[in-house]
């Protein structure tokens, strides 16, 4: 299984199951991938074979794309691709019996359009991945208006009425 999550939107942007995943064929799919969706700012993995390989290097290097690894043994410094492929293995792969690969990918896409289109997510303000990535896009898209202004904007609020902004200074001892 090749499983791409997006960390933003928790969307699973690829499911690919096959018998052997090589650094070409990641790299076709990436490519792909690409081309529908936009070019990420980074790519996180492991360090698994089809995902260390010379084509994949090589078409980091091409595409001008950062590709970070995790520490070895470390799988929480790539979180959301492990949960995701956790919720995967127990709730589809460990209760299917697939007839061959084409029912599989038949499957798997079901599942993953189902965990897209359908499962509101706490992190997302319960919105699916997909509404949750609707609702970026059209922000992004929204002009943002215009302020001539030179003055510098403030970084925080103001306090509320009736807070006391006056504190004494921590004492460290």
């Given at each position: 299984?090749?499983?791409?999550?997006?960390?933003?939107?928790?969307?699973?942007?690829?499911?690919?199951?096959?018998?052997?995943?090589?650094?070409?064929?990641?790299?076709?799919?990436?490519?792909?991938?690409?081309?529908?969706?936009?070019?990420?700012?980074?790519?996180?993995s492991?360090?698994?074979?089809?995902?260390?390989?010379n084509?994949?290097l090589?078409?980091?290097?091409?595409?001008?794309?950062e590709?970070?690894?995790?520490?070895p043994?470390?799988?929480?410094?790539?979180?959301f691709?492990?949960?995701?492929?956790?919720?995967?293995r127990?709730?589809?792969?460990?209760e299917?019996?697939?007839?061959?690969?084409?029912h599989?990918?038949i499957?798997?896409?079901?599942?993953?359009?189902d965990?897209?289109?359908?499962?509101?997510?706490?992190?997302?303000e319960?919105?699916?991945?997909?509404?949750?990535?609707?609702?970026?896009?059209?922000a992004?898209?929204?002009p943002?208006?215009?302020?001539?202004?030179?003055?510098?904007?403030?970084?925080?609020?103001?306090?509320p009425?009736?807070?006391?902004?006056?504190?004494?200074?921590?004492?460290?001892?």
């Amino acid at each position: 299984m090749l499983n791409v999550v997006d960390d933003v939107t928790r969307e699973c942007l690829a499911a690919i199951p096959d018998t052997s995943i090589s650094g070409r064929r990641v790299v076709r799919e990436l490519t792909a991938l690409i081309e529908r969706r936009g070019r990420p700012g980074m790519i996180v993995s492991d360090n698994g074979t089809e995902l260390t390989s010379n084509a994949i290097l090589r078409w980091c290097s091409e595409h001008r794309i950062e590709w970070h690894y995790i520490a070895p043994g470390k799988p929480m410094q790539n979180g959301f691709v492990e949960s995701f492929n956790g919720r995967m293995r127990d709730e589809l792969l460990n209760e299917t019996m697939f007839r061959n690969l084409d029912h599989a990918r038949i499957v798997i896409a079901a599942w993953a359009a189902d965990y897209n289109t359908e499962r509101p997510h706490s992190a997302l303000e319960y919105q699916t991945p997909a509404d949750y990535a609707r609702t970026l896009t059209t922000a992004i898209a929204r002009p943002a208006a215009r302020d001539e202004s030179s003055a510098r904007r403030a970084i925080a609020q103001p306090a509320p009425n009736g807070v006391n902004t006056n504190r004494a200074p921590v004492q460290a001892g």
